[in-house]
Each structure stands twice: as C-alpha cells, then as structure tokens.
C-alpha cells in the first residue's frame, strides 16, 4: 500500500471513534534469512498489515488492534479501545495530559526503493557468498541477511495526520573453525544494495588465525579498544539506564541530579539524531510528535535526557515531549533514544587506537550483557568472535574470552580517543513488530576497562 492509502485508512480508522483517539497503521514488508554451518536454517516473508486505535479518557489511555481493515473491524477496535479507557478512568483520572496537535515532520532519505523491491535473489547470494569464504578458510558459516519496508501512517482527533517510511537492510557474518575459534562482522545501511556479505564474512574469517593459541588474561583493569559493534552495544544499554525521562523524572535515571555536570571525556559527544546521514531516520514518535536532534553530552557534559509525554508530564517544570514515545501512552520501560550517534575522533583504525597500549584488550563485539547496577550504569557481560591480546601497541595473539564488569559512564569517563569513521551497528534481530534502530558509532580506546573472568574453555 502507499503511503496515501495508510493515511486514508488511518482517517477512516479515526471517524469510527468517538472522543480523543490516534490511529495507527502499519505496513511492514520484510525478508530475513538465517543461516548455521553453512546452511541455510530460517527464512521468513512477512507482508502485515496492522490497525492500532488508542483512545483517551480522563488521563487514562487504552489500545485495540484491528481485526481487518473493513469498517466493521474498525468499528470494533475503536469501541474497544474507547471502553478499556473509560473503565479506566472509573478508578480515578489519570496523568497523561492528552495527545499532541498537529506538527511539521520534516522529510529524511531512509527509503530506499530498491531495498523496498526486498528482492529475495539478494539473501539467496548473500548466504552463497558466505558459505564460499568460510569454506576457503576451512570453517563454517553463521549469520543473518534481513531487510525491511516499514511505513506508518497516523490520524488523531487533534488534528494531526502524517505518514514515515523507512528501509533497513543488514547483515552478520561468523566464521568458527572446528576449534570454535571464531571472528565477526556485521554492516547495517538503509540500502540492500550496499550490504556486502562476502567482505563481512572475509573480515570475520580473518579473525579466525587458527595458527595461534589463545592467550589468557587474569582479572584486573587493562587499557581496552572497543571496535563499533561492542561501542553500539554499551551505548543502547546507555540510552535506557542515563537518558530514559521517565527514569531521571523519578531519580531512578543514572543522570538523576547530574546534568550540567561533566560526566564523560571532553572528547565525548553524544546525541540522539534521527535525520543524519547513515542513522536509521525516522519523521515522528509513536505519538506523532516530531522527531529532531537533540543534545546528550557535550564535551563530556550531560545535557539532556528524552521524553514521551507521559514522561514530560512526570517531569513538570515545563518539559514537553522530545519525540521519543515507543508507543501511545509512552513504553512501559519510558522514552528512549533510537538514534545515538557518538561523534568521531582522530584515529583512522583500531590498529592506531591500540598504538599507545603497552598491554591491553582488543574487543570486536560484546553478548550476554546485562544492568547489574542500573543507577550507576554498571552492566556484565562477554566478548565474544574475535578478542585479541594487545602487546607493545600492536594487535596481537587471540586472547580467550573474558567476562567484563564495568559502568558506562566511567568507561566514557575514562576514553582516551576515538576513531574517524564511526559505523552504523545493531543487533538486527527482529521478533514481533519490525522497529529497525541502531547507534552510529566508532571504536574508542579507554583506560581501566575491569575484566572480571575468563570464558571456561574454547577461545
């Protein structure tokens, strides 16, 4: 469907509810293709096409979903929806200060027609391409290939209306050898066309050098090269534990008193920032307000967080909504930032990151992370498919698997420099409803980064 004929069905969804009320419609088009020792395992085609109405009753709010898209369905989602919510309020009227008016969206270029094809050759030859460079390195193969067309359309009884389209496309390719060695890569981009499988899994077996036996570090602090994916991966844990509005509202947020105050590198520069090129842009939250830049850290300064408008409300002292609601009403967990973008530094790679490190830690991606300390951002977790030993400046011997425990902030705190080519990373793995965001991010090198284990066995 166009996105006029959402729009349409969005207002038609909207005149068969009484009071105030949104609609929501979303169409999502999507390919995905798993893939594990060098077979295909998954493949999935999804064409859905979903009605949300969500009305509003003395502060309380309720949703229903469609059944169909025939006005008897409509009908029914919207008398549902309008009964939820006036039970609701029986209890007592609630906080939600009512939804938001019309607003301008301005226009950003994350559709891609030809991702929007989803031309299914594409994960065909993208899975052959990385059978054929795990074989020629004597291993196996292990990834994902996905790309999807998301558009939503709104109409609310406030007289806001508007439609967002958005293309993703990504990739990860493992390489483990018949010792479990194993290396990673992974590329994220609003464009199909400018996935390439067969570079990410050359990278990932490059990672392998079944040659060398895997050193081991015993717990302690070591100087560390964090390559994007375990940046991006710290950074989304960041976003929900020191930038959720909701959280910092009721002093839980790991920012809670500390805005205007220095709590990173000056080097560090953190913003949520869903039109810039090479993010995953997005026009409007799930409550149709406007989505624009909006300043995190600065020079190592914290300067904001971000809101729904329930979490505004919370708020008080004149906040409004920041354009981060996850749903109507605002997400359980609170508002979060899906666009972060960390600035880049000087350093033109890893390799020159890990110079000034006499003996230290090379991470090419993070798992299995965890909050352990949600007010302070401590979180635990392991590297894993490519952890290597740094020696005398250079990137040297694999090094076993460690378990790090470690916060945030204090690793921010404690960066010493940045690479020049930050890189869109994401985990790309898409259960229920199709939500692509990602961090635009660079390696970094930090001081004191706290291993606290070492992987039992393999490397």
Known sequence: MSG?????????????????????VTHERSLLSRFARSRPTQATDVDELSVE????????????????????????????????????????????????????????????????????RRAGAALQAAF????????????????????????????????DGLTDAYAKAICRDDRRRSGFAAAATTRAADLDMRSLAERAAARLRPAEEPAELPPGDYDVVLDADAVGALLEFLGLLAFNGLAHAEGRGALAGRLGTRVAAAGVNLSDSPRLARTLPRAFDAEGVAKAPRPLIQDGVALNVVHDIASAAVAGGGARSTGHALAPGGGLSGPVPTNLVLAGGGAASVEELAAPIERGIYVTRLWYVNAVDPKHTVLTGMTRDGTFLI??????????????????????????????HPRLVTEGE???????????CPPLRARDWRVTGATPGGA
């Open 391 to 420: 020696e005398d400046g250079r990137i040297a011997r694999p090094l076993r698997d460690v378990r790090f425990t470690d916060s945030v902030l204090r690793l921010l705190d404690g960066t010493e420099a940045l690479g020049a």
């Open 132 to 163: 054929a460079v795990a074989a020629d390195a004597g291993a196996e193969a292990f990834g994902t290939w996905t790309a999807g067309a998301v558009r939503t359309a709104i109409a609310a009884s406030t007289g806001l209306h508007g439609v």
């Open 430 to 440: 898409f259960y229920g409803r199709r939500f692509a965001s990602g961090v635009l």
């Open 4 to 24: 006029g004929d959402l729009v349409a069905l969005a207002e038609r969804g909207l005149a068969h509810a009484r009071g105030e009320a949104l609609v929501t």
């Open 53 to 120: 109405v969500t009305c509003v009753r003395d502060g309380r709010l309720a949703t229903a979903g469609a059944v169909g898209i025939d006005d008897v369905a409509l009908r029914d989602a919207a008398g549902r929806a309008a009964a939820a919510a006036e039970a609701a309020a029986r209890a007592g009227p609630g906080s939600y200060p009512g939804l938001p008016g019309p607003d301008h969206y301005r226009p950003h270029d994350g559709w891609d027609p030809d991702t929007a094809e989803l031309d299914p």
